[in-house]
Nanobody, 117 residues
Framework: VHLVESGGGSVQRGGSLRLSCTFS????????MSWYRQAPGKERELVAA????????YYPDSVKGRFTISRDNANKMVYLQMNSLKPEDTAVYYC???????????WGQGTQVTVSS
């Protein structure tokens, strides 16, 4: 399994970005997918997760109502739509996959998101 993120960049406060994660490998639909982020000097934190079928999602309070995770199982893609961005959303964003069968997990290389005030 290989994960590649794209769509990061620099925006102003209140702006939007859409991150994409391309999944290379088999049985994408058996993986739960998530987005994490890590800001300088801080621990990596979960910002969105979606179950295999794409229905069940999770968001922490810090992004709830602003971020939306979605997946396209046919094309092996995961997206993170980020609206109303704040400077505190500045971080490297990582795509994460974990198998529902054997719990094998994988990380992407990350994409930088910078929100200026």
């Amino acid at each position: 399994v290989h994960l590649v993120e794209s769509g990061g960049g620099s925006v102003q406060r209140g702006g939007s970005l859409r991150l994409s994660c391309t999944f290379s490998g088999f049985t994408f639909s058996t993986y739960a997918m998530s987005w994490y982020r890590q800001a300088p000097g801080k621990e990596r934190e979960l910002v969105a997760a979606v179950h295999n079928g794409g229905i069940t999602t999770y968001y922490p309070d810090s992004v709830k109502g602003r971020f939306t995770i979605s997946r396209d199982n046919a094309n092996k893609m995961v997206y993170l739509q980020m609206n109303s961005l704040k400077p505190e959303d500045t971080a490297v964003y990582y795509c994460y996959a974990i198998s529902s069968y054997d719990r094998q997990d994988y990380w992407g290389q990350g994409t930088q998101v910078t929100v200026s005030s």
